[in-house]
């Protein structure tokens, strides 16, 4: 049997009586155990449970080709399952899910939403990492068109929603340090945090994800879908862009790898997660970032070539950008 170690607890958490401390954003020796709850009983499951529920009664949902072949993978451990889900709608190019259950000691969710191209409504994005001592959480309606340097789409999408990041910007605070790149695929509402595991935490987080997603249901229902051809190819040229960099960047990939081995988790990134990555454009990952291309040709290894990190919120609450990094 291979025994599986967890990238993170491994890497950032650097003792076992160790706490996060979202304040400073450094592990804390938890020296008095009281008022420490383990968190293990937190499971995603009522996430996408609520999720798909909600959705039904919004349209049609039909299952996903995908289904047939991703539906459940036990990890190379033994212990931790993995279970998928995927849809289709008519707004909708796919649904899916992603849990993996490791029991007390890993929960990760990742739940997307990508629209029908015809349609510029933003990516649902729900990715959280929970071991037993923390939670990385990524919370957002991730914007299809970039909100930085396009007022018009940040608007017409975010403009009438920052009620909703301010409702949660005290309860769930800024995660710390986020880097620029990834900064760029985020909007004005994202949720950014990480936090001591906790059942208060985790209901917390189940409320805003409700909100979140019954937000992103609203924005479905009202979608209009787009008439000239040159905006539909706009529109998913961003949703390509977005699931190139996703598929090659994402921080899950090597947690993915240990459970799942490299070339399962491979297709599971390219066919599942990020499917159409392969399909709907032909451009590359350098095509778009060419800042990642080595000497040699390939791909630089490195998560950020920007250097520049988001130590707090950037964007204020009329989702303007300030920069205070
Ligand atoms: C860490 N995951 C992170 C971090 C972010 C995200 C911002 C903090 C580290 C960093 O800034 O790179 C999530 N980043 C995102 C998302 C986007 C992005 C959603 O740019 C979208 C554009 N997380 C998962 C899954 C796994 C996972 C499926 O969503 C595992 C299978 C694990 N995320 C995970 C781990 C870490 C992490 C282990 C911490 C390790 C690390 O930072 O390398």
Same mark, same amino acid.
């Given at each position: 049997?291979?025994?599986?170690?967890?990238? @993170?607890?491994?890497?950032?958490?650097?003792?076992?009586?160790?706490?996060?401390?979202?304040?400073?954003?450094?592990?804390?020796?938890?020296?008095?155990?009281?008022?420490?709850?383990?968190?293990?009983? @937190?499971?995603?499951?009522?996430? !996408?449970?609520?999720?798909?529920?909600?959705?039904?009664?919004?349209?049609?949902?039909?299952?996903?080709?995908?289904?047939?072949?991703?539906?459940?993978?036990?990890?190379?451990?033994?212990?931790?399952?993995?279970?998928?889900?995927?849809?289709?709608?008519?707004?909708?190019? @796919?649904?899916?899910?992603?849990?993996?259950?490791?029991?007390?000691? +890993?929960?990760?969710?990742?739940?997307?939403?990508?629209?029908?191209?015809?349609? &510029?409504?933003?990516?649902?994005?729900?990715?959280?990492?929970?071991?037993?001592?923390?939670?990385?959480? !990524? *919370?957002?309606?991730?914007?299809?068109?970039?909100?930085?340097?396009?007022?018009?789409?940040?608007?017409?999408?975010?403009?009438?929603?920052?009620? =909703?990041?301010?409702?949660?910007?005290?309860?769930?605070?800024?995660?710390?340090? =986020?880097?620029?790149?990834?900064?760029?695929?985020?909007?004005?509402?994202?949720?950014?945090?990480?936090?001591?595991?906790?059942?208060?935490?985790?209901?917390? +987080?189940? &409320?805003?994800?409700? &909100?979140?997603?019954?937000?992103? =249901? &609203? *924005?479905?229902?009202?979608?209009?879908?787009?008439?000239?051809?040159?905006?539909?190819?706009?529109?998913?040229?961003?949703?390509?862009?977005?699931?190139?960099?996703?598929?090659?960047?994402?921080?899950?990939?090597?947690?993915?790898?240990?459970?799942?081995?490299?070339?399962?988790? #491979?297709?599971?990134?390219?066919?599942?997660?990020?499917?159409?990555?392969?399909?709907?454009?032909?451009?590359?990952?350098?095509?778009?970032?060419?800042?990642?291309?080595?000497?040699?040709?390939?791909?630089?290894?490195? #998560?950020?070539?920007?250097?520049?990190?988001?130590?707090?919120?950037?964007?204020?609450?009329?989702?303007? +950008?300030?920069?205070?990094?």
């Amino acid at each position: 049997m291979v025994l599986l170690r967890f990238p @993170l607890p491994e890497k950032l958490n650097p003792c076992s009586r160790c706490q996060y401390n979202n304040r400073t954003n450094k592990f804390i020796e938890n020296k008095i155990k009281l008022g420490t709850q383990i968190v293990s009983a @937190l499971s995603y499951q009522k996430f !996408v449970d609520f999720a798909v529920d909600e959705t039904k009664h919004r349209t049609h949902l039909i299952p996903s080709p995908l289904q047939e072949k991703f539906s459940h993978i036990q990890a190379v451990d033994g212990k931790a399952k993995i279970d998928f889900l995927s849809f289709e709608a008519s707004k909708i190019r @796919l649904l899916r899910s992603m849990h993996i259950d490791g029991g007390d000691s +890993l929960q990760v969710l990742d739940f997307g939403i990508f629209p029908n191209v015809a349609f &510029d409504m933003p990516i649902f994005c729900a990715n959280f990492f929970t071991s037993s001592s923390m939670s990385i959480i !990524v *919370l957002d309606l991730n914007p299809l068109h970039d909100v930085i340097s396009n007022r018009e789409y940040k608007e017409k999408y975010y403009k009438s929603l920052m009620p =909703l990041s301010i409702k949660y910007a005290e309860l769930l605070p800024w995660g710390g340090k =986020l880097t620029g790149e990834s900064l760029r695929f985020f909007s004005p509402i994202v949720i950014w945090t990480r936090f001591t595991s906790s059942q208060h935490k985790g209901d917390i +987080l189940f &409320d805003a994800f409700n &909100d979140y997603y019954k937000t992103w =249901l &609203d *924005l479905m229902e009202h979608a209009v879908q787009e008439q000239s051809p040159a905006q539909v190819m706009l529109n998913s040229e961003a949703q390509h862009k977005y699931l190139t960099w996703r598929a090659e960047k994402d921080p899950g990939h090597s947690l993915l790898k240990k459970l799942v081995g490299e070339a399962k988790a #491979r297709d599971v990134l390219r066919s599942f997660l990020f499917n159409g990555v392969d399909e709907l454009s032909r451009k590359t990952f350098l095509d778009y970032f060419p800042e990642y291309k080595l000497e040699d040709g390939s791909i630089n290894d490195k #998560r950020s070539m920007m250097g520049k990190s988001f130590e707090n919120r950037p964007w204020d609450s009329k989702g303007e +950008l300030v920069d205070n990094c």
